[in-house]
């Protein structure tokens, strides 16, 4: 005859039922009363408050009612004798996060809380599993074998008794599907379809100057608005921009796109740099996410939002992934973070391979060939469609988005679609642009020297020169014939930001180098000087050569 659960079984697991859906036990048998008294109270205590607050930080309150209920009693537990009130305002604070099926607003917080009283079977190791799961690095790992688990009753329990026969909380993530349940499972919702989709993990990696930050934003408000790209169909949802890098450039690029493709009130930036390696900042970033509900988060880029990390080192980069990953934990949300590609440029983002092996989606952006202004967007890993033969085209113009303190027109860079088999706009100069990109390989073949090792700066060996050097140069060559230095020196500006924006020069701090390749420096040079010799000048000082010449 197959065992039987005693009476004080049931009543245990009754009793644990009744407490989660939210019900009042009046009395219980000394049986059932002493099993909770057993459970060593200290053990659920957490280690400080310092701990217990950057945990919750960390642990979704996105659940039912019968999660939230276990959740007071595991906070009021785990903040004995560390807090004054018990950890009250901690629960509220937690409890005002609650997005499973609407807010905590409309429950009666005070009156739910005040019936939590011990003993306890719920505390800090509740907490701290599913902070951990959240992304939580911090602390020491508690020791859980000394916790005791609630007595499973014996034979087929109903859904009721087997969801409190679980340890250490009342819940189980861990569900046990059947072949019919992934059958009859419902689809995952997606952002793009065929590309990203709620809870992904996406890389959108590439060098600098390649256009990342410019597609990105375009990406996001397209989401923001429920508008296609790229031919794929695109679900309308809220979008957080993180611009750990660039807060002020982002803004211009924000305002470029509201010109060319209207307002949303879903596309949301924050411009203050966080350290996401840091608890604090990434609670308060998980915080906003929650507060706007983001279906999308985009970090710009992972280099600037956590900073000293050592990208080869399996545990930096592990640690990272775990901070992504719990970005999505608030609302479910899609995470795309912006990212280098590696220094020989093998297809893959730069870093230890933990990276490419946890994400679910790796987008390559190639910078565009000299003189070409269409960049390329190739799919690597794709864990929601085909990613052979798929490949993105997009073009990267500067859009006039004010006046500055000069009188002189302000641009954002503005990135828009390039329909695959449509003709290549090419990178057109002007007679000033030709002449100062001619200045600048003659700058490098005379005094360029190695550029710094670091984020934006070229990852194979690369000659530039101080942006100065060049502006000097162009003077004594003569490209604008202003007799004023103030207006000179705003041609060279205008050239240079023209060069930088088709793809033929890159500038960072104040260096600034060639896209071509080094070694080819020299022949570029000739070519725009047009002979071996000294260069020949025009009237207006300008070189004949470099006039005529078509990158």
């Given at each position: 005859m197959r065992n039987l659960p005693s009476v004080d079984d049931l009543l245990r697991a009754l009793e644990g039922a009744i407490e989660i859906i939210g019900?009042?036990?009046?009395?219980?048998?000394?049986?059932?009363?002493?099993?909770?008294?057993?459970v060593d109270q200290a053990s659920l205590r957490a280690p400080s408050l310092e701990a217990l607050t950057e945990a919750l930080a960390h642990v979704p309150n996105d659940g039912g009612y019968d999660e939230w209920i276990p959740g007071l009693c595991a906070i009021r537990a785990?903040?004995?004798?560390?807090?004054?009130?018990?950890?009250?305002?901690?629960?509220?604070?937690?409890?005002?996060?609650?997005?499973?099926?609407?807010?905590?607003t409309h429950i009666d917080f005070d009156a739910k809380w005040n019936q939590q009283k011990p003993p306890f079977r719920v505390g800090w190791p509740w907490v701290e599993i599913r902070a951990r799961a959240g992304g939580w690095t911090g602390g020491a790992l508690t020791d859980f074998a000394g916790v005791e688990a609630p007595v499973l009753v014996p034979g087929n329990p109903s859904p009721l008794v087997a969801s409190v026969a679980t340890a250490p909380g009342a819940t189980n993530r861990f569900p046990l599907r059947s072949m019919e349940d992934c059958i009859t499972s419902v689809a995952r919702p997606y952002l793009i379809k065929g590309v990203l989709g709620r809870g992904d993990l996406a890389i959108l990696f590439g060098p600098p100057g390649a256009g990342k930050s410019a597609l990105a934003p375009y990406i996001a408000l397209a989401a923001a608005q429920g508008r296609s790209v790229f031919g794929k169909r695109v679900r309308q949802c809220r979008v957080l921009y993180v611009a750990a890098e660039d807060g002020h450039g982002m803004r211009g690029r924000v305002r470029a796109l509201w010109e060319a493709h209207g307002p949303s009130t879903n596309l949301l930036l924050i411009d203050i740099p966080p350290n996401l390696g840091g608890a604090s900042d990434l609670a308060d970033v998980q915080a906003r996410i929650a507060e706007c509900g983001a279906d999308l988060v985009i970090v710009d880029t992972m280099a600037a939002a956590f900073p000293g990390l050592r990208e080869n080192e399996s545990e930096d980069m592990g640690r990272a992934v775990a901070a992504l990953r719990s970005l999505s934990a608030p609302t479910g949300a899609a995470v795309l973070v912006l990212h280098h590609g590696t220094k020989n440029n093998d297809r893959g983002p730069r870093g230890h391979s933990l990276l490419?092996?946890?994400?679910?989606?790796?987008?390559?952006?190639?910078?565009?060939?000299?003189g070409e202004r269409v960049r390329t967007v190739t799919f690597g890993k794709n864990r929601n469609g085909p990613s052979d033969g798929v490949t993105w085209y997009f073009d990267v113009q500067g859009a006039t988005i004010g006046i500055d303190e000069d009188g002189e027109p302000e641009t954002a860079a503005l990135a828009s679609e390039v329909p695959a088999g449509a003709a290549r706009p090419k990178a057109k100069l002007t007679k000033i642009e030709k002449a100062?990109?001619?200045?600048?390989?003659?700058?490098?073949?005379?005094?360029?020297a190695p550029l710094p090792v670091g984020d934006g700066y070229p990852e194979t060996s690369t000659e530039g020169v101080c942006v100065d050097a060049w502006r000097k140069e162009c003077d004594r060559r003569g490209i604008s014939a202003a007799e004023d230095a103030k207006d000179r020196y705003r041609a060279f500006k205008r050239a240079r930001e023209a060069l930088v924006e088709?793809?033929?020069?890159?500038?960072?701090?104040?260096?600034?180098?060639?896209?071509?390749?080094?070694?080819?420096?020299g022949e570029v040079a000739r070519e725009l000087r047009g002979d071996q010799g000294a260069p020949p000048r025009s009237h207006h000082g300008v070189d004949a050569a470099a006039a005529h010449f078509h990158p």
């Open positions: 019900g009042e036990v009046l009395s219980v048998s000394s049986a059932a009363q002493a099993d909770r008294a057993a785990a903040a004995a004798g560390l807090a004054d009130d018990d950890g009250r305002e901690l629960a509220r604070d937690w409890t005002n996060r609650w997005t499973g099926g609407g807010s905590g490419n092996g946890a994400v679910d989606l790796t987008l390559e952006v190639t910078a565009p060939a000299p100062a990109l001619g200045a600048l390989h003659a700058s490098i073949e005379t005094d360029g088709k793809g033929l020069v890159a500038v960072r701090d104040d260096k600034a180098w060639a896209v071509r390749a080094v070694q080819g420096a």
